[in-house]
């Protein structure tokens, strides 16, 4: 018995845990089950007293207590207590419930034993004695998952933009970071020390620049006139990395290599998160059991950034497959509408839209709506007079104008009636007069979308600027994340901290005091929250701001400000007066206190005075008049009202509706008249009437409206994110469908605005064949479809191409093929369709068919064999080298027909065991061919000739690799050299196997290279000399009846029925016995041994001689008539 090897560091941290788990001796930490007298005093190992059991493991967090779970003894209850223990072994604090306060009871304790990271500090759990801690296995991976942070040396941090990175690494090494270059120049990379997981640790931060990865469809899917639109709502998708971002990967792929924890650093919303686990993913392609951590945090501030390092989380990946949802299907609900649309009408309109891109998005279009819907409610708006009667009085402080209680009558005659009743005795009682105190409310805290909108209505800033500038407001560390959804203050900000910062500002830096002074901020509560960051606030006093930065900086620090003063107040008094039973209204305003006023100038509330008026008095109007008017139409909308439209029907986000307005002005959908107001372009008018009159109101915003609401669902675990995307594809699909049919519509609707339209004949195909899936690709698992060559000919390529070069070429004699709609049950993955070939005249063995449906995933022997599938026993390559020749999948083509016929030449095969058949081991070993012979020796490629030899030149995994070619280049033989089989000259032992023809094949009739004809490989021959099939079998002859060639001819074949058969077949007239040396010539017969039936392209291995056989002259593969070839022959014209 060997001795047992020493036990590695970690084996032994996690024997030394089980055994304190489990064992509990009778030395302070319990007797293993048995009873033991309590002892009062005294402490065991890490200050636990003694007669408690327990484990040790790592703390999540530093600082924390120790927890102990005792029964108190000599209570008559029983009652459970907790203590706390300091990890030195020091002062015990005892308490009801008391535990530590960053875990919850029972239920939580295993997650925080087992969360990451863990901080050094230990926590204990102890229980009474006796009692055995439960599934002691759970602390074996916390005990090996502390062991592994302890290793951490180096950190790889990455922020989202290079200004974050810089900003956060400033503040974390105290501004003494240490810069290098990556391979992205706008990228750079910091280097500083921080103490990080209980040790001192080397930081790397670096950054990308937004989104690292892309989505796109495969490759075949990118150009438009690849296929129908409609294939994109089902075509495959992958995410790359775009060649503009390809040095910033470089750099994440150089730096995690020294590096043992990833901390993703990005903005904490959706895209951050999904940026976030972008990062992930390239980095652990690196290191795939890479510690990965997600650092929280709203602001660049100090606090918050060390805050953050102290409560390391996991990434969410709730939050980032909902962003993957939202992306895949607004690529392909855009791609497809997109592509159809622009299509169709430059076609309609060549001389208008003959360059335009006409865009779709299930964002951008109901945005389109809403400026179509204001501009047709204006047009189809009737204006209407209106009727009402003023009452003025004068006074030594001005005039006061009183309102008819009524408002206003659309009647003349009602209204003048009235106003003569009134004129009659135009004396005025004054009915009542009440002062009530009226306020002001201060504004709510900012989020972003009422940041969108004042900064547009105040500003004039339209919102994506106004968005671009809150954005480097905050990577500079001036104000807090721009994008949130949130409008209430969290308890634990301390705003009298962020208000002193501004009590420096000789503008508002006196109120800023007032309101210190005055008991602190006391900002009104909105009823928003998005759980993730507080409302937009400052940050950090600036003034060295210029321009638009600096307008919304302040802006945003008198908001901040204001909302954290106090209301302003005022007295309104309202004096009712009766003229002739008519009722009038006139109210006054005082204001007593501007209070946040002072500072916000951006809201107007002035005094009206009015005069003091008693209840009952009465007095002469100055004068009273009926005066008339018309209705208005509602105004065209601003931007601060298109923001609001899009957050109350739940189009796009808070991060992205500046996005999805400048869309629509970038196509030209929309423009801005003088007072920046959207008018609908007549394209924007077009597309939108069109769509609506088909009856899909695709400018309305319900569609994109649920979408936005299962992404929530998806970022809350409420649903799942394939149901959501499947659903979502499934309901386009369907419109698009319909839109299709009834793109005539859309045509006449544009007609209106842009002139008449061209017809299109309807026998016109706008769009190519949609693409069809046969089966999966064996190397990546993408979709292979049947493809056309540009000079004729088929094959079977795969999607991915060209990063995946896999591919099955068919012989030219295949006339035809196309995808049936039967699938194999046999072959996998699921599903593999069957292909219907249409085969030239004599080019098959007259078993078969010429029309003929069968499978290529390797069940059906017949087609295995004739097209030489040997792509279904190739291991699997990696996809991304382009210069190895296994990378194609050729059936019955040059590479594979070449290096089968010089195997052939041989005498060597490659056939799997199912093509073997053994033959009497007795017989003696087969005479060698002559070595001396030149001609043996030689590699001839499909002409005949003699191949020439050359040597791979370009850089690349095959440079200085030598392989054959045809040296007139007239065929398009390859073989490497490397790959001939051994010596050729050498003897093959009788019990060698025969070979033996698969199914659909025809072992006899072929041309040997010699001359003669080939004996019966494919089948035994019985003692009396008769031909027996594979089964063992008496074979049967029987005749071709067929019209070509061969009719006539008689064959032998298998005498069961044809579904059953072995696939055994021979010429009845090329049944060779063997020579008197009792020597049966062998013969691999691969995928072109027989000389008919492939085409011009057929290829023949150079002469061999074969015994007593006599050399004959080369016949035709199709006649086998002397003097012509196949190419030549009459039969074949």
């Known amino acids: 018995m060997p001795p047992p090897r020493p036990l590695s560091q970690l084996e032994f941290y996690i024997f030394t845990v089980a055994a304190l788990c489990r064992y509990q001796p009778r030395n302070g930490f319990g007797d293993g089950g048995k009873e033991e007298k309590p002892r009062r005093s005294g402490s065991g190992r890490f200050g636990v007293p003694r007669g408690i059991s327990g484990v040790v493991v790592p703390c999540r967090r530093g600082g924390c207590a120790l927890r102990q779970d005792v029964t108190v003894r000599g209570s008559d209850s029983g009652a459970r207590e907790t203590r706390e223990v300091r990890g030195d072994g020091g002062k015990r604090a005892k308490g009801k419930g008391k535990i530590c306060p960053r875990v919850q009871p029972r239920d939580a304790e295993q997650q925080h034993a087992l969360a990451s990271p863990p901080g050094m500090n230990l926590y204990v759990r102890l229980f009474t004695r006796g009692r055995m801690l439960p599934q002691p296995w759970r602390f074996f991976s916390r005990a090996a998952e502390d062991v592994a942070l302890q290793r951490i040396r180096k950190v790889l941090c990455v922020a989202e933009k290079n200004d974050a990175a810089r900003g956060i690494a400033e503040l974390l090494s105290n501004s003494r970071m240490r810069r290098r270059e990556g391979f992205s120049k706008f990228n750079k990379i910091y280097e500083y020390d921080y103490q990080i997981f209980g040790q001192n640790v080397t930081m790397v931060m670096t950054s990308v620049s937004g989104h690292l990865l892309a989505h796109d469809f495969i490759m075949p899917f990118r150009k438009w006139h690849s296929c129908n639109p409609l294939a994109l709502f089902d075509a495959e998708i992958e995410k790359y990395c775009p060649e503009n971002y390809l040095d910033i990967k470089r750099t994440l792929e150089r730096e995690i290599q020294q590096c043992q924890a990833l901390v993703i650093w990005t903005d904490c919303d959706r895209e951050g998160e999904n940026i976030g686990f972008e990062i992930i993913h390239v980095c652990k392609a690196v290191k795939p059991n890479l510690q990965v951590f997600r650092a929280r945090f709203s602001e660049i501030t100090l606090h918050a950034v060390r805050s953050a390092c102290e409560n390391l989380t996991q990434p969410d990946q709730k939050t980032s497959d909902a962003v993957d949802v939202r992306q895949e299907l607004d690529l392909r609900i855009g791609a497809a509408f997109t592509r159809f649309q622009t299509l169709r009408l430059r076609k309609i309109f060549p001389d208008i839209l003959a360059d335009q891109l006409i865009s779709y998005g299930s964002c951008q279009f109901p945005t389109l709506g809403f400026v179509v819907e204001r501009f047709k409610a204006i047009q189809a708006f009737v204006p209407e007079a209106f009727y009402k009667i003023k009452v003025t009085h004068d006074h030594e402080d001005g005039s006061v104008v009183f309102n008819w209680k009524r408002n206003r009558l659309f009647s003349h005659t009602a209204c003048l009636v009235l106003y003569q009743m009134c004129m009659e005795d135009p004396v005025a009682t004054v009915v009542d007069v009440v002062s009530k105190p009226k306020s002001k409310w201060r504004p709510l805290p900012l989020d972003t979308v009422e940041l969108e909108k004042l900064a547009s209505r105040k500003l004039k800033i339209n919102a994506k600027e106004t968005m671009t500038i809150a954005e480097k407001l905050y990577t500079k560390g001036f104000i807090s994340y721009p994008r949130t959804e949130t409008n209430i203050f969290p308890k634990e900000l301390n705003l009298s901290a962020l208000v002193e910062q501004q009590t420096q500002d000789p503008n508002w830096g006196e109120f800023a005091q007032r309101i210190l002074d005055q008991g602190g901020p006391t900002p009104r509560s909105g009823n928003k929250s998005d759980q993730a960051h507080p409302p937009i606030h400052p940050t950090k006093y600036t003034s060295n701001l210029q321009g638009n930065e600096q307008r919304l900086y302040e802006f945003i620090v008198r ?99 500046a996005e999805h307005i400048e869309t629509i002005k970038t196509r030209m959908y929309v423009g801005l008249t003088a007072d920046q107001r959207f008018l609908p372009g007549q394209l924007g008018m077009g597309l939108v009437e069109g769509y609506d009159s088909m009856g899909y109101e695709m400018s309305k915003p319900d569609l994109r409206a649920e979408l936005e609401a299962d992404l929530k669902l998806i970022c809350e675990g409420k649903k799942d994110k394939s149901v959501v995307l499947q659903q979502q594809v499934q309901k386009y699909k369907q419109v698009f469908i319909e839109a299709v049919a009834r793109a005539n519509k859309l045509d006449q609707a544009l007609a209106q605005y842009l002139g008449e339209a061209a017809e299109i004949p309807e026998q016109d195909e706008v769009y190519p064949a949609m693409p069809v899936s046969v089966r999966k690709c064996p190397q990546c698992n993408s979709d292979m479809v049947l493809k056309t060559r540009k000079n004729g000919g088929f094959y079977l390529s795969c999607m991915s191409y060209p990063a995946c070069k896999t591919a099955v070429w068919f012989p030219d004699f295949v006339l035809d093929v196309t995808r049936d709609e039967s699938i194999c049950d046999v072959c996998k993955p699921h599903p593999v369709h069957r292909l219907k070939f249409k085969f030239k005249k004599g080019s098959v063995p007259p078993v078969m068919p010429l029309e003929f449906i069968g499978c290529i995933g390797g069940c059906d022997e017949m087609l295995k064999e004739l097209l030489d599938l040997k792509y279904l026993h190739r291991s699997s390559q990696p996809a991304s080298s382009t210069t190895q020749p296994g990378h194609h999948l050729q059936a019955n083509h040059s590479l594979n027909r070449a290096s089968t016929e010089a195997r052939q030449a041989r005498g060597t095969s490659n056939l799997s065991r199912g093509h073997l058949l053994s033959i009497n081991s007795s017989r003696t070993p087969r005479a060698a061919p002559p070595a001396a012979a030149d001609d043996w020796n030689a590699v001839v490629c499909n002409c005949g000739s003699e191949a020439l030899l050359l040597t791979v030149r370009k850089d690349g995994p095959n440079k200085g690799r030598q392989f054959y070619k045809c040296s007139s280049g007239a065929c398009n033989f390859f073989l490497w050299a490397d790959e001939q089989p051994q010596d050729r000259g050498s003897a093959a032992p009788r019990s060698s196997t025969l070979l033996q023809p698969a199914a659909g094949r025809a072992p006899a009739g072929f041309q040997r290279p010699g001359g003669g004809r080939e004996p019966s490989g494919g089948s035994g021959l019985d003692a009396g000399g008769g031909a027996v099939c594979r089964c063992d079998q008496p074979a049967v002859t029987r005749t071709v009846q067929k019209d070509g060639p061969n009719k006539g001819r008689q064959f032998h074949t298998c005498p069961k029925p044809r579904e059953q058969q072995c696939g055994f077949f021979q010429w009845a007239d090329e049944n060779v016995a063997p020579g008197p040396s009792g020597d049966e010539s062998l013969s691999h017969f691969g995928s072109n041994g027989y000389s008919r039936g492939l085409g011009s392209k057929a290829k023949r291995p150079g002469n061999v001689t074969s015994g007593s056989a006599a050399k004959k002259p080369r016949t035709c593969s199709i006649c086998h008539q002397p003097g012509h070839t196949r190419k030549n022959c009459p039969q074949n014209h």
């Open 559 to 657: 908001h901040f400000l204001a909302c954290c003063s106090q209301d302003a107040k005022g007295q309104e008094t309202t004096v009712e007066i009766n003229i002739a039973n008519e009722q009038f209204i006139a109210q006054g305003l005082m204001i007593l206190a501007r209070n946040y006023l002072e500072v916000y100038p951006y809201d107007k509330w002035s005094d009206k005075v009015i005069p003091l008026y008693q209840k009952g008095s009465r007095f002469q109007p100055t004068m009273v008049e009926m005066v008339d008017g018309e209705t208005s139409p509602p105004l065209l909308l601003t931007e601060a009202d298109l923001i609001a439209l899009m957050e109350k029907h739940g189009i796009g986000t808070d991060a992205t509706h």
